[in-house]
């Protein structure tokens, strides 16, 4: 089956302790994307990339740092230094070129850090 | 103005009524237009597209893009309990394809 897997569902960390966040996916996508959602809001874009080896600072980068060594894989690492990295972590991916960027997500992993 | 408004409250409909959701959006974001719908706890699923003013049917959903206007709406026919969800409207950002997102409208079909 094609598709986006995020791993793990749940993650629990303590405050000060870098967490890295896994995201595969199947489709063959160009572009990969990781959002950030807070109860009450909507999806604030972290970071993206279109291409392997290039990526781009979202809205809300700093804190989190990412990676993209190969086609299918986007880890995120979530720094000490996010101030409030508890929240539902998204990623996406669409295909890249001309559009129409439909973007398609995994599961999600949700964040808890105490 | 955000890019992309979505300013209206929980939306309460009876089984089997329609239910209309709003979206607004600024001249920051291109023709491109999705609908995600988001159950409780779980990620964003996408319903509809639409890049060309009018309308757009898919089963129960329609999706209306008015480009003078700047908005795009979706109607859901027929609500099914299930249909209670968040649903998310989305545009593309001009010369790429980053998505703006709303913050997105809860809806809740009561049987």
């Known amino acids: 089956d094609g598709g986006i897997t995020q791993s793990p569902k749940y993650l629990f960390r303590k405050e000060g302790q870098n967490v890295t966040l896994s995201c595969e996916q199947n489709?063959?996508?160009?572009?990969m994307y990781w959002y950030r959602q807070d109860p009450g809001q909507g999806l604030r874009l972290i970071y993206y990339?279109?291409?392997?080896?290039?990526?781009q600072k979202g809205d809300i980068a700093e804190g989190y740092s990412v990676s993209r060594e190969k086609k299918e894989s986007f880890p995120l690492t979530v720094t000490s230094a996010q101030k409030n990295p508890t929240a539902f972590y998204l990623c996406?991916?669409?295909?890249?070129?001309?559009?129409?960027?439909?973007?398609?997500f995994g599961p999600g992993t949700r964040l808890t850090v105490t | 103005q955000k890019e992309v408004e979505q300013n209206s409250g929980p939306l309460s409909v009876p089984e089997g009524a329609i239910a209309s959701l709003n979206c607004t959006y600024s001249?920051?974001?291109?023709?491109?237009f999705f609908w995600y719908r988001q159950y409780s706890g779980k990620s964003p699923e996408l319903i509809m597209s639409?890049?060309?003013?009018g309308d757009k049917e898919d089963g129960r959903f329609t999706a209306q893009l008015n480009k003078a206007s700047q908005y795009v709406s979706l109607l859901i026919r027929d609500s099914q309990p299930s249909d209670s969800a968040t649903y998310l409207c989305?545009?593309?950002?001009?010369?790429?394809?980053?998505?703006?997102f709303g913050k997105g409208n809860q809806v809740v079909v009561i049987p």
């Open positions: 489709l063959n996508h160009d572009a």
């Open positions: 001249d920051r974001v291109s023709q491109s």
């Open positions: 989305a545009a593309t950002h001009y010369g790429n394809n980053r998505l703006a």
């Open positions: 990339s279109q291409i392997v080896n290039d990526f």
């Open positions: 639409i890049y060309s003013n």
């Open positions: 996406a991916s669409s295909i890249n070129g001309q559009g129409p960027y439909e973007q398609y």
